[in-house]
């Protein structure tokens, strides 16, 4: 069997990494590889350098009312056993490098949108041309491969290609990348003025006169992939912000239609697991010292001093100076109301962070919390830590910082609003680190309350920021006050598995077959 993933991001090539989606292209062909299945997977070229690589052809591809020339590269690649492909052009190249852009207010998705439906469009020719090898099934993930879905299903360029089995994964069904049908130089009938489509099947449920390309792909796909059970049950249902829960995000009805249909399919992603992933006996002097090197390449880059950089420097000195006593509190991830939602909700004249942070201090603990993003939040974390001389944040992501925060932590915070999955708090237990977390997604699926970490839930925010608070106070208690059993559920953590490998074969049997 032969399958090609396409996909916007992919680890298993430099600087193509954004969230955890890149691990999962980077991991999981291999694990299929290891199963017989052989796997080509494709992104555009964002302009990297450097790349050991192969041309295998360029393509000419009609859009936007002009035809482009396109390359098609085979990459050589140390982490990967499949075969890896990337398309070079002026679109995926032009914003320095980086895999996503951000637009202004009133125009969202609209440089990205027209960035992957040229990438989709290039996939489809380069499978009808022959210099992509056509697959028995085409794995697309997010929004930013659905165009793929689309022209394959309307275009009658592509009638020969109509039957090969599509599969779509929905990682984060909150990013659904909506452009209008027409009107704009970002829309449907601008990339593509040509096609005959079914709006009905296209169209945003909300905003009817825009092409919604994640609903459109749900649609069109033989099978529709969740990356955890509980999030595939989830998505079945309506959200309902105000009180805390965040479901299918509009497209519930869509879901539940292709549930009727028995195409949706719950697969939790899985984790890499070698001898070097333990716990290593690290120092806290060697996270430290990471951290003051990268607060400096932070700060370097710009002339002027951020006081976020230069609070979070005095506060990594006054750890330094003062040593740790209590526990250290760790999170790690993207800054964004999925993640940080409850944390930012208000509680007693401050916010919910706050009054963790002064629990936290009556066990002479400290937080360290990386990561970074919507700039509101980042703006809402920095004034925190300037509040409470237990809490630094680094505005930022390192690398080198995330693995020893796994390594060093004593208990990881990820009270998410929603997690279709999640990596962190796999590569946290991974290092012997329990996990608090929401008891939603792929939290609820990795996360057994008192048995390999800690869990709350609640049906509002108010009832789901009480029972975080509850569940933090109690879990602190249990570390300070019980070391055997703390470690018996640290050692749970430690030996929980989310193979690959297991994975695999769920791909095989519930999606490719």
């Not at 929401?438 to 009480?466: I, K, P, R, W, Y």
Request: with cysteine.
């Amino acid at each position: 069997m032969h399958v090609l993933m396409v996909a916007a991001e992919n680890d298993a090539l430099p600087n193509a990494k954004v969230g955890g989606v890149a691990d999962v292209i980077r991991d999981c062909p291999n694990a299929l590889s290891n199963k017989g299945i052989s796997v080509d997977v494709i992104i555009p070229d964002y302009g990297f350098s450097h790349l050991d690589r192969e041309r295998l052809g360029t393509l000419n591809v009609a859009f936007a009312g002009h035809s482009h020339q396109v390359d098609v590269w085979q990459v050589r690649s140390a982490k990967s056993s499949a075969r890896q492909l990337v398309l070079s052009h002026h679109y995926f190249s032009q914003h320095n490098g980086h895999v996503y852009c951000n637009d202004e207010p009133g125009r969202p998705f609209a440089t990205d949108a027209t960035k992957f439906a040229f990438f989709g469009a290039a996939v489809c020719e380069g499978l009808l041309q022959g210099v992509i090898p056509c697959p028995d099934v085409i794995h697309l993930h997010d929004w930013h491969s659905a165009c793929v879905a689309l022209l394959l299903k309307f275009d009658k360029r592509f009638e020969t290609l109509r039957n090969t089995k599509l599969v779509f994964t929905v990682h984060n069904i909150a990013l659904q990348g909506i452009r209008p049908f027409k009107g704009d130089e970002s829309s449907l009938e601008a990339w593509f003025p040509s096609l005959g489509y079914d709006g009905y099947v296209l169209c945003d449920p909300r905003y009817p006169h825009c092409f919604n390309p994640m609903r459109s792909a749900i649609n069109l796909a033989d099978k529709v992939h969740l990356v955890s059970p509980s999030y595939a049950k989830e998505v079945l249902l309506p959200s309902e912000s105000a009180k805390g829960f965040f479901g299918g995000e509009g497209l519930e009805k869509d879901l539940q239609n292709a549930a009727t249909m028995g195409k949706v399919v719950g697969v939790l992603n899985g984790c890499e697991y070698t001898s070097s992933n333990e716990k290593k006996p690290v120092s806290l002097g060697v996270l430290y010292d990471e951290i003051e090197a990268e607060l400096f390449t932070w700060m370097a880059k710009s002339k002027q001093l951020e006081s976020g950089y230069y609070i979070a420097h005095q506060r990594l000195l006054s750890f330094i100076k003062h040593g740790r006593k209590g526990p250290l509190l760790t999170s790690v991830g993207r800054l964004t109301d999925q993640k940080v939602l409850l944390l930012r909700q208000p509680y007693n004249d401050k916010l919910l962070v706050d009054e963790l942070c002064k629990q936290l201090s009556e066990f002479d603990g400290n937080l360290i919390i990386l990561g970074s993003g919507d700039s509101a939040l980042e703006d809402v974390f920095t004034q925190a830590m300037a509040r409470n001389s237990n809490l630094l944040f680094l505005k930022g992501y390192g690398q080198k910082i995330g693995e020893l925060l796994y390594q060093l932590g004593d208990l990881f915070l990820m009270p998410s609003s929603f997690e279709p999955c999640g990596i962190s708090q796999m590569l946290a237990m991974r290092a012997g680190q329990p996990c608090l977390v929401h008891q939603v997604g792929g939290l609820n699926d990795t996360v057994m309350h008192l048995e390999n970490g800690f869990s709350f839930a609640g049906s509002t925010l108010e009832l789901q920021c009480e029972n975080l608070l509850n569940c933090f106070i109690e879990t602190l208690k249990l570390y300070n006050n019980d070391s055997k059993k703390w470690q018996h559920i640290a050692n749970n953590a430690r030996n929980a598995r989310f193979t690959w490998g297991e994975v695999a074969q769920q791909y095989i049997d519930t999606m490719y077959k």
